[in-house]
């Protein structure tokens, strides 16, 4: 499916400018930064599909991307979050639009909540899953970006991560290990994609 068509869809900064729900979307989210740009061009095999965006303001909007001639899924790429600077106004509106997207979509099959290697999970990372839990939409947890640091650190993290994330009655309990940069990965994830998007 990835190697046929892949299209972008729209951009939607407020729900009412959400598509028509008529086929699963697979949501990505994560901090800024994470990979998620990476690791969506990665798994549709794309340079450039997404586009990584740096600033604050421009992290707010949902986009969609469809895959497959005639559609059989769109990927949701989620505005990225835990910027620092961001002001409480701007994070009150990501939160609004997450949360009522996630609530309001039947159609949502799956969300990957991607986590940087070196950093596991923070509390930013924690809170989006307790919204995930709330309205109960299943997530795979990915971390990205394993080339960077050393096996030992790697497992280290891995194991504290898979721990934790047993905890969250939505999440699955086994954690997909990524490298967009190397390839690691990625063709298990996106098989698991499309069995989620098709199941
Ligand atoms: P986004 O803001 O979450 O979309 O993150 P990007 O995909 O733009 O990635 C942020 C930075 O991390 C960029 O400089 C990427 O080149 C780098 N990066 C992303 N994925 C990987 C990876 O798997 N390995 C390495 N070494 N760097 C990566």
Not at 4 to 13: I, K, N, W
Not at 100 to 120: E, F, I, K, Q
Request: contains cysteine; positive net charge; glycine residues 6%.
């Amino acid at each position: 499916l990835f190697s046929g068509r892949v299209d972008f869809l729209l951009s939607a900064p407020q729900l009412k400018f959400l598509p028509e729900p008529t086929v699963p979307e697979i949501a990505f989210c994560g901090r800024s930064n994470v990979g998620k740009s990476s690791l969506l061009n990665a798994l549709t095999g794309r340079r450039a599909i997404a586009r990584a965006s740096v600033t604050p303001g421009r992290t707010q909007e949902l986009n969609f991307f469809e895959v497959g001639e005639p559609t059989r899924f769109r990927l949701v790429d989620m505005p990225g979050y835990g910027f620092a600077k961001a002001p409480v106004k701007v994070v009150e509106k990501w939160k609004k639009l997450v949360k009522t997207y996630l609530r309001g979509r039947p159609v949502l099959a799956r969300n990957l909540v991607l986590v940087d290697s070196r950093h596991g999970l923070k509390d930013v990372d924690r809170e989006m899953m307790r919204m995930l839990d709330e309205a109960a939409v299943g997530y795979r947890v990915v971390l990205t970006k394993a080339d960077k640091i050393k096996a030992s650190e790697l497992d280290a993290t891995a194991a504290k991560v898979a721990d934790e994330i047993r905890k969250h009655p939505a999440a699955f309990p086994e954690l997909h290990i990524t490298s967009s940069e190397k390839g690691m990965g990625i063709a298990a994830l996106r098989a698991a994609v499309v069995a989620d998007a098709l199941q």
